[in-house]
């Protein structure tokens, strides 16, 4: 069954870094697409970044310079390198893969990693 792992979440002061990290199992193809969204308490779920297949990046207006996304095709991970964090940044985030299957596209979601960013 296909999972996604995420680690690296936590508590850091407005300013510092975090490293999200996704480890997808061997189910979710190498070099398949990526992304991370975030989420905090009664609001939608926002995409933060995303990778293709060839590298390619897209960013959320409000991490642009900040955050940086890369994959590691080797270890089927990708990565979310959080820089000069703001308490607005706070928030679950989750590691989600869209697979294309005979069936369609399935959608895979991790578990979530809580990152809090106190001011």
């Known amino acids: 069954q296909a999972q996604l792992v995420e680690s690296g979440g936590g508590l850091v002061q407005a300013g510092g870094s975090l490293r999200l990290s996704c480890e997808a199992s061997?189910?979710?193809?190498?070099?398949?697409?990526m992304a991370w969204f975030r989420q905090t308490s009664g609001q939608a779920r926002e995409l933060v970044a995303s990778?293709?297949?060839?590298?390619?990046?897209t960013y959320l207006g409000s991490v642009k310079g900040r955050f940086t996304i890369s994959r590691d095709d080797a270890k089927n991970t990708v990565y979310l390198q959080m820089n000069t964090l703001k308490p607005e940044d706070t928030a679950v985030y989750y590691c989600?893969?869209?697979?294309?299957?005979?069936?369609?596209?399935?959608?895979?979601w991790g578990q979530g990693t809580q990152v809090t960013v106190s001011s």
């Open positions: 061997e189910s979710i193809p190498s070099r398949n697409a």
């Open positions: 989600h893969a869209p697979v294309r299957t005979k069936l369609g596209v399935l959608d895979y």
């Open positions: 990778i293709t297949s060839g590298g390619n990046t």
